[in-house]
């Protein structure tokens, strides 16, 4: 398909589940080849039950015949999500990133898997939807990730700033957009290593599964760090691999929480400490990635994501960064007009756009890819 200009905006449903496993997001948006405004934002939590299907299929306890039944369960229930949202004009087209449940971009066998069958939201609201955007960087020898770069180079690039925008959902990845000289921002994207996913695993160990998140960061707030098991896990080599890189709960997951958990135990910490100690380790990995990889003090950062929502993680991130240099201004995106959980789903809902328009999604030097490709594969009613 040929790549087709326009100018007026077209509204598009965006729909991201991320690597946390908590609720779905949704953002109407309208939409141009340079410019994204969200209309409507929305958010549907997984029922109990399909969350513990969702973490064993990431986790790889799924058969073959849970994991077909599920990706066609989870696609019925992204779509009862995009019909009982809010009143709302009805999209002319829909980006569904789907829930990875496998992410592996070694490059001599490189795989990855969203589950979510997108025909049910075809059926449901009977307009083009695109999915599976993933594959096509990954088959053109990139990561497959980060692809929110687009959307923050849309939204957030700046003229004369160093602008650094960081997600922090299950796992955290940074997007650099250095604008300080030339007609066009500089820009870097990776992976910087966990967020959310340890302090999920851990509130739902510690909790029987009541709580599936540190709300208000109250647990970590009690605890007391244990400096050696940080240092520890900072010793991790992905830390300091080169960009482009990319992560999920392969390395920053269950094995990794049972570890932790087991060095807890051995440290006599106790289930404070340990988130504690979780939450400065995450906030410290974001700095070192900062440190060693982006060539440069940004001068802001803006955090989004879940774990922008959690006070103490915030105050490390921006301690750390602060204490590299104290110029740096650390603020939410909430702050600058978007909300924290509707980034997401909005850089899917552009990069439906671009495929729709015929128009490349990735940028080859994020993600490693050989050449710019059109991302994702079109649903049509």
Same mark, same amino acid.
């Not at 955290?172 to 300080?180: K, P």
């Not at 909300?339 to 756009?353: G, N, V």
């Given at each position: ?180 000289? @030339?007609?066009?921002? !500089? *820009?870097?994207?990776?992976?910087? &290593?966990? /967020? %959310?996913?340890? $302090?999920?695993?851990?509130?739902? =160990? ?89 060539? @440069?003090?940004?001068? !802001? *950062?803006?955090?989004?994501?879940? &774990?922008? /929502? %959690?006070?103490? $993680?915030?105050?490390?991130?921006? =301690? ?62």
């Amino acid at each position: 398909m040929s790549a087709v200009t326009s100018k007026h905006p077209t509204l598009v449903l965006g729909i991201m589940s991320g690597t946390s496993i908590d609720s779905v997001d949704y953002a109407l948006c309208a939409v141009t080849e340079t410019s994204v405004m969200l209309w409507r934002h929305w958010q549907v939590g997984f029922p109990a039950a399909l969350r513990r299907r969702l973490h064993g299929a990431a986790r790889g306890a799924a058969s073959a015949w849970e994991l077909g039944q599920l990706h066609h369960d989870l696609g019925r229930f992204y779509a009862t999500g995009a019909k009982e949202g809010p009143r709302q004009p009805r999209p002319a087209l829909v980006g569904l990133h789907g829930q990875t449940v496998f992410h592996h971009p070694d490059p001599r066998s490189p795989a990855t898997l969203q589950i979510g069958e997108p025909a049910w939201l075809v059926e449901a609201l009977r307009v083009p939807v695109v999915a599976n955007f993933r594959s096509a960087d990954l088959a053109a020898g990139g990561q497959g990730a980060p692809l929110a770069t687009q959307f923050h180079r849309v939204a957030f690039a700046c003229p004369g700033e160093f602008v650094c925008v960081n997600n922090l959902g299950g796992i955290s990845n940074v997007t650099a957009l250095d604008w300080r000289r @030339g007609r066009e921002p !500089r *820009v870097q994207a990776f992976d910087t &290593g966990p /967020a %959310n996913v340890l $302090l999920d695993l851990a509130l739902r =160990h510690f909790t029987r599964g009541r709580w599936h998140f540190d709300r208000g960061g109250a647990w970590a707030a009690r605890g007391r760090v244990a400096e050696g098991l940080v240092e520890r896990w900072l010793a991790h080599p992905f830390f300091r691999m080169r960009p482009p890189k990319s992560t999920g709960r392969e390395l920053f997951g269950e094995p990794f929480w049972r570890d932790a958990l087991a060095a807890s135990v051995r440290a006599k910490l106790t289930r404070y400490d340990l988130v504690a100690t979780l939450t400065e380790f995450t906030a410290r990995s974001v700095a070192l990635n900062y440190r060693l990889h982006l060539g @440069g003090m940004p001068t !802001r *950062v803006i955090l989004t994501g879940g &774990g922008a /929502a %959690n006070p103490q $993680l915030l105050n490390r991130i921006a =301690h750390q960064l602060r204490a590299w240099n104290g110029r740096i201004r650390v603020l939410s995106s909430d702050e600058v007009g978007w909300p924290l959980q509707a980034i997401e789903a909005a850089a899917f809902a552009l990069l439906a756009f671009y495929r729709w328009r015929g128009l490349p999604g990735n940028i080859p030097s994020t993600t490693g890819a050989r050449r710019a490709a059109m991302l994702g594969q079109l649903c049509r009613p």
